[in-house]
């Protein structure tokens, strides 16, 4: 027995291919309707009555389906590479900019290996985040809903944008403002001596999570589209969310008032904008509404 009963795998690639051939849109709604009226299942090639849910056309489907992922993976694997070779190779041209001056040590031959393929990987990831969205975008949107597919080709741009001003707040304010105050605190009774390793753990730490947490807008904008969230429901538990925001920057940021707050504030801001753009949206959703009616 089909332990699937009569579903089948339908992958975003046959999709595709389907609505893009209009003669085989009109067999497939013919062949349905002749289904209907007859009661018979579909046939196979031979005349015979093919079974329902048949075993090999889920297996054609999900392996096309596994070829399509396998394809932009591999693409997204040779951006990166090529990105991460660029970096490596420039690194003399950008080194000052990601130490700022600052003296570094180093503990070992192998410290030096880790910290210039950590600041590199880093590096060319976020050169290669947008390719990398692209590819992605190309895989799922064949499997989208209508209204979800719109909703991620409009903000798209916006996400990327968010990220980098989420990437440069960290870079440029949270980075050295809370660096400059752990070292002064730890002056007072120590020698301090920074190795290169805790260094570069140090600047990731406080610019890449801002760049995801920048991202708040567009996620409730995403969940309000789809009818999961919306800006009473966002008041409401606004306490709430304050004190999640709160855990988050802690856990995000060093271990100092200072770094915490100014992630916090930010992230309060961002909140209440989040608030404001669904509002407007759902205020935008309803005229619509009048107006078709």
């Not at 062949?31 to 056309?57: A, M, N």
């Not at 589209?225 to 429901?233: H, K, N, P, Q, R």
Request: proline content about 6%; overall charge negative; cysteine-free.
């Amino acid at each position: 027995m089909d332990p699937y009963g009569e579903s089948k795998l339908i992958s975003p690639l046959h999709k595709k291919k389907v609505s893009e051939d209009p003669v085989a849109l009109d067999k497939q709604k013919a062949d349905s309707e002749t289904e209907q009226e007859t009661g018979e299942g579909p046939k196979d090639s031979g005349g015979g009555q093919k079974p329902p849910g048949d075993p090999q056309d889920r297996v054609e489907t999900l392996v096309d389906h596994l070829g399509d992922l396998r394809k932009q993976l591999i693409k997204s694997l040779f951006v990166f590479v090529f990105f991460l070779l660029l970096v490596f190779s420039t690194l003399n041209f950008w080194f000052p900019y990601i130490v700022k001056g600052n003296e570094l040590i180093i503990l070992g031959p192998l410290e030096v290996i880790k910290f210039y393929t950590s600041i590199s990987a880093t590096m060319a990831l976020g050169l290669s985040l947008p390719f990398l969205i692209h590819f992605l975008w190309q895989f799922v949107k064949p499997g989208l809903e209508e209204k979800e597919a719109r909703f991620l080709g409009l903000y798209s741009p916006a996400m990327l944008v968010l990220f980098l001003l989420g990437v440069s707040f960290g870079y440029f304010i949270v980075n050295p403002l809370s660096y400059q105050f752990l070292i002064s605190l730890g002056a007072a009774n120590f020698d301090v001596m920074i190795s290169a390793n805790e260094y570069i753990h140090f600047l990731i730490m406080t610019t890449i999570p801002l760049g995801l947490l920048f991202e708040m807008p567009i996620l409730a904008l995403f969940l309000s589209s789809i009818g999961v969230l919306t800006s009473v429901s966002m008041k409401k538990v606004r306490k709430w969310s304050y004190l999640g925001l709160a855990i988050v920057s802690a856990l995000i940021t060093p271990p100092d008032f200072l770094s915490q707050l100014l992630v916090l504030v930010p992230m309060v801001g961002l909140y209440e904008a989040s608030i404001f753009i669904v509002k407007k949206m759902e205020a935008r959703n309803e005229r619509m509404e009048d107006t078709a009616v």
